[in-house]
């Protein structure tokens, strides 16, 4: 099976630089994803590791380690904006193929 | 117009009553999805379907089915509403050649059942 690990909630100040973790454990690993999802809204993508290193995406960065089962997401500049829900999701391929697992997310609060 | 429109967007039911929701789109995706979302449990995977003759199960299909009826329509059923399925509904479409296969999501249809 699948599993993934990712706070439950985080707390940052404007302005300031704010790194969501996700960790997960899964065979045939074929990509990691992160989306945003602000409060009764849908989830929008932000970014894709397939390969291990970082992303950067204007503001956005996301970091993946494949030995260490371990992805980040870097939200640099923080506005009140980006207070949502941050979900990682893993792609696995399966002999059924691709599977794609989301984490709880992570609901972060952007405070002045 | 948004690129995959559900409906309706709320609804309240009854125990025992049949549910369909829709979903359409607009961005001539060949994949589209069905997920729930409930608090705690993260997004989870009910029914899809790579092409209108293609339906397949999700983790948690039991108590719904589907329907294709083209390749921009996707409905989900519940043919006896139970209150467990409470929750918040996304359909949601990508596209095959996408090597990262993206999915772009509805807006949601709340569901809550009495």
């Known amino acids: 099976g699948q599993n993934i690990d990712q706070p439950t909630e985080m707390t940052a100040t404007e302005g300031a630089i704010v790194q969501i973790n996700c960790t997960y454990q899964?065979?045939?690993?074929?990509?990691l994803f992160w989306y945003q999802q602000h409060a009764g809204e849908a989830p929008t993508f932000l970014s894709y590791?397939?390969?291990?290193g970082l992303e950067e995406k204007g503001r956005f960065s996301s970091f993946l380690s494949r030995s260490k089962g371990y992805s980040y997401l870097l939200l640099k500049e923080l506005q009140m904006k980006d207070s949502a829900s941050y979900l990682c999701a893993v792609r696995s391929f399966t002999g059924g193929g691709n599977k794609l697992t989301f984490g709880t997310g992570t609901q972060l609060k952007v405070e002045l | 117009d948004a690129d995959v429109t559900q409906t309706p967007r709320n609804r309240i039911t009854k125990t025992g009553k049949r549910i369909m929701l829709e979903c359409s789109q607009t961005k001539g995706h060949d994949r589209m999805y069905w997920y729930r979302q409930d608090p705690g449990l993260g997004l989870r995977l009910i029914y899809y379907?790579?092409?209108?003759?293609?339906?397949n199960k999700g983790e948690i299909s039991d108590g719904y089915s589907v329907s294709r009826q083209a390749q921009a329509k996707f409905s989900l059923s519940l043919e006896s509403a139970i209150p467990n399925q409470t929750a918040l509904y996304f359909c949601?479409?990508?596209?095959?050649?996408?090597?990262?296969?993206?999915?772009?999501f509805g807006a949601g249809s709340r569901l809550t059942v009495l």
């Open positions: 949601a479409t990508s596209a095959t050649l996408s090597g990262a296969n993206v999915l772009t």
């Open positions: 379907s790579f092409d209108v003759k293609d339906i």
């Open positions: 899964t065979s045939g690993f074929n990509g």
């Open positions: 590791n397939v390969l291990d």
